[in-house]
């Protein structure tokens, strides 16, 4: 079989996996799970398999067209390079362990049939993206993971915060795609086709009349796609769906394509050099805002999400200074350990009963309870912190790399000032990553207080998953030789100045967050517990002054962490003190802890800009509408309904009423003729 017949069929079989799923889900419930996993299981295997035969040697490119326009033409097409083949890998194995992984996670969950196919869907449409040569074809799995996201995210749909999280995804990510789309016509009008190589052809012949506007329109949709600054705001509201699928959305799929397509068309992007410099203004802000949001988090998912945001920041930066290697070799190591990440945090939030850091820092030995969630998150932090020999470090090196080359002016075509952005926010960033790392480490697995509760060994679906996922957490970074054929043979070894400055920034924001928890400790232990207002209204009078004891989802309630998730997969809440949790991040951000734990008041300010003029704007509309509009077809109406009224009054029925009427007229008439005739005769 062919290499385009087998890429043909990586992204077809999820899809095929989808529609039987949610054809058979209802009649045939034990076809579910197989039909949820194998198709994908199938499909990671041939993406792995199409990539051993491309080998990042010459790009393989194959099209037929779709359909005649009459303009510019619309091609089923493939572009297999090694960023797609080593992409799609990602995303079949993420896609993967996620689908084993829920067989387990919502093996109780009646929706669990739909959600499974729609996680298939959702994989079909980023593998479409990723081996897609047209743009309007990406564009189509573009646009279906947007709706399978609004649908997984909105899984608990019964709940207002899994409605309002799934409506405000949709919306923020639509409000780019509507530059985005005006961006894809502009460059194919320019290019003379939406096929890839021919307007990268186009771009390296210059002949692109409008660069920094397409440019920029462009970005829109990515900013949107892959929650950076200022449309981020979407990603952390997210975790109101299953974890799962946070899993797969922040590993593999949806925040990943918009990475993937600036690098994808990153010479279009380094046309003009104005639209590099917004792109690492934005990478920047977005990596230090994240980073510094993360610290201020209670749930242990919006941590990590706003993880995921940050180490997005670093791909775009990557992107800004031109190497497009160093951005997906962070893709995908950041890929294993997120996911890891993210179901491990799952696993965690299963035997806790809460996703409340505070919670589980009042919980003693949680860390001996799930062993495997313990040491496989122990190694996905530190991935994740850049710590030596970890995957994070050596992709996240590459990034720094990057910019200290740009930075130091050896670039073509992204300007030194953008280096410099990305430079000084990516050492910043590694700080505070290794800080909100280490915080949640600590508050995880080191809590004290009651004993955490034993419910036995965890499922092995899930357990496993996450050994599987760890190994390339450890192992991914030490690839970067033999992968850099497949990234245009761009080298992606760290250098020792940026491995001295990320790997020491990590390290004293390791080393300040454990100082400050082990302060907060000791306060902690000093300053007596507080009974919430649930514990003092179930305890009794005689609770006053005693340390009290509620249940763990009261205390996850209180903190704002608690979701429909958490009721549906746990087991029994455990029982822990309310006395107040030792949180380092309140004082390493001191008085911004408040501003960072509601994501800097962004959607506040949105809701003053956008939400309330628009809903001001209805409301006019509605008005003008009812009262104004609806006057005039009202009197419209009411005009001939008088006359009628009018006329039927005449309608008695009485015969006498008639010949009298008429005989009258009659007379009139006459009358009226007499005088007309005696008027023209005098006259």
């Known amino acids: 079989m062919s290499t385009p017949t087998l890429a043909v069929l990586v992204p077809l079989l999820p899809f095929l996996g989808a529609l039987a799923g ?88 009646p929706r669990y049939p739909s959600y499974a196919a729609l996680v298939s869907l959702f994989t079909s449409a980023m593998l479409l993206v990723v081996y897609s040569g047209d743009l309007m074809v990406l564009l189509v799995g573009w646009e279906i993971m947007g ?117 994808r068309l990153l010479p279009v992007f380094a046309a003009s050099r104005a639209a590099l410099v917004v792109l690492a203004v934005m990478a920047a802000v977005t990596m230090v805002g994240s980073a510094l949001a993360a610290l201020a988090q209670d749930d242990i998912k919006r941590v990590l999400a706003y993880s995921t945001i940050g180490q997005l920041g670093y791909m775009t930066g990557a992107l800004a200074v031109g190497d497009r290697a160093a951005a997906v070799f962070h893709l995908l190591s950041h890929g294993a350990f997120k996911a890891l990440l993210f179901l491990g945090a799952g696993v965690i939030i299963h035997a806790a009963g809460t996703n409340s850091l505070a919670a589980m820092s009042r919980m003693d030995g949680l860390a001996k309870r799930i062993p495997d969630a313990f040491w496989t998150m122990t190694i996905a932090l530190l991935a994740l912190a850049a710590f030596p020999p970890f995957a994070g470090f050596f992709s996240k090196e590459a990034v720094l790399v990057a910019a200290e080359h740009t930075a130091g002016g050896h670039s073509e075509f992204a300007p030194s000032a953008a280096g410099w952005v990305v430079l000084v926010a990516g050492v910043l960033t590694a700080l505070l990553t290794a800080a909100y790392a280490t915080r949640l480490w600590l508050m995880a ?106 249940p763990a989802a009261v205390v996850a309630a209180e903190s704002a962490a608690e979701s429909p998730e958490v009721a549906e997969v746990t087991h029994d809440h455990p029982v822990v003190s309310t006395a107040p949790a030792a949180d380092p991040g309140r004082a390493f951000l001191g008085p911004l802890h408040r501003h960072a734990a509601v994501g800097f008041h962004l959607d506040a300010v949105y809701d003053r800009l956008f939400v309330r003029p628009v809903r001001a704007a209805a409301a006019l509309v509605r008005f003008l509408d009812r009262e104004v509009v609806d006057s005039y077809v009202r009197g419209a109406g009411l005009g001939p309904r008088l006359l009628g009224g009018l006329v039927r009054r005449a309608q008695t029925g009485n015969v006498q009423s008639y010949l009298s009427a008429l005989l009258a007229g009659a007379v009139v008439l006459a009358i009226a003729t007499a005088v007309l005739a005696n008027v023209n005769a005098g006259s």
């Open 445 to 550: 697995f080191r809590g004290r207080g009651e004993a955490a509760p034993d419910h036995g060994k965890e499922p092995v679906a899930m357990t496993g998953v996450l050994w599987l996922l760890a190994v390339p957490s450890v192992g991914f970074g030490l690839l970067a030789g033999p992968l850099s054929d497949f990234f245009d043979g761009r080298e992606l070894t760290p250098s020792l100045t940026t491995s001295v400055l990320g790997t020491g920034a990590a390290a004293v924001g390791a080393v300040l967050t454990y100082a400050l928890w082990q302060r907060a400790q000791a306060q902690a232990a000093l300053a007596p517990a507080a009974p919430s207002r649930a514990g003092a209204a179930t305890a009794g009078p005689h609770a006053a002054g005693a340390t009290a004891a509620v």
């Open 147 to 263: 709706i399978c996201s609004y649908f997984l995210v909105g899984h608990y749909w019964e709940t207002e915060a899994a409605r309002s999280a799934s409506l405000k995804a949709f919306l923020v990510t639509k409000l780019g795609d509507v530059p985005f789309l005006i961006g894809l016509f502009a460059l194919a009008t320019d290019a003379g086709s939406f096929r890839i190589t021919k307007i990268l052809g186009t771009v390296a012949a210059g002949g692109l009349d409008h660069p920094t506007l397409i440019a920029l329109l462009l970005l829109a949709g990515v900013a949107g796609k892959s929650a950076q600054f200022p449309l981020h705001t979407w990603l952390p509201d997210a975790m109101a769906g299953p974890t799962p699928v946070s899993a797969l959305i922040h590993a593999a799929t949806m925040v990943a394509a918009g990475v993937y397509f600036v690098a």
């Open 22 to 109: 949610l054809l058979l889900g209802r009649t045939a419930p034990g076809f579910v799970k197989p039909l949820a996993v194998l198709p994908t299981l199938a499909a990671a295997v041939l993406a792995v398999l199409v990539a051993f035969r491309q080998a990042g040697g010459k790009a393989i490119d194959t099209a037929t067209e779709l359909t005649p326009t009459g303009s510019v033409p619309i091609e089923l097409s493939l572009h297999l390079d090694g960023f797609a083949v080593m992409v799609a890998v990602l995303v079949g194995v993420v896609a993967t362990c996620v689908q084993i992984y829920s067989t387990a996670y919502l093996r109780e969950d």
